[in-house]
């Protein structure tokens, strides 16, 4: 059971389609909160919406123009804001050298500039006693593996924000907690394992760590948002990895690869979508 009650809590969702945050969505519904949502795949997001009562809107993140609208006219609809949950996310693999630079260059725009331009806009509107903020970082923030470059700079930034917010934001009252997530059970995390180059990778192996239960990880977060909590690991034995992630750095790149430079060649040419299919990209002149 919560720590604080969540009935009434007006709570802003974005990545809210599918996996944590259509999850979260349904879990938080259920406690009594007010909900909001953000997210691409209107299909999706709607059915989303109707099962959980909430307002929604279709919305790129990476684009700052569609976000300050969409914000803007949720926190109208709920008549203010409690918690924001930026949670939206994609990930592809990349080799560092001769990969596809775009990867990197939309990685980071969704991850990292997407959670800063959520902030930036629904910010001020938590900023009360009682307001709380929660980025979703990864424990790959803290280690680093092959072929996850592109996601583990994107999710390093998002730490980095949500620490420097927190003490922005201390003098308002409010909190601001970061989420730091191993393979959960999620479209994002079969997608994103499942190509050659990252079977020639792992091997035998379907994830780098064991892939965990996605209803526990919303029980985590779930008495997490109710107590405005500083750090969310989910599965549990994440915690033990932040504080270490110098040892655990070294651990992992100790750890024989053998198909390293086959994964690698396999990356620089295997043709594969995000995890999230992304909007085409209009040139601005």
Known sequence: MAAEPLTGRRVLITGAARGIGAALAARLASRGARLALLGLEPDLLRQVAERTGAFWRECDVSDRAQ?????AELVGELDGLDV??????????????GGDPEVMERTLAVNALGTYYTLRAAGPHVAHPGGYALLTASLGAAVHLPLMGAYSASKAAVEAMGNTLRQE???SGARVGVAFYSELDTEMTSRGFGTEAAKALLG?????????SLPRAIDTLERGIARRSRTIAAPVWGRAVLPARALAQRVVELKPLPQLERALELARTEDVPFTTAQPERVERS
Do not use: E
Not at 67 to 71: L, S, Y
Not at 86 to 93: D, L
């Open 67 to 71: 976000v300050d609208t969409a914000v």
């Open 84 to 97: 924001v949950v930026a949670n939206a996310g994609i990930a592809r693999q990349l080799a560092m050298i």
């Open 169 to 171: 934001l201390r003098p």
């Open 204 to 212: 035998r192996h379907t994830s780098l760590s064991g892939v965990s």
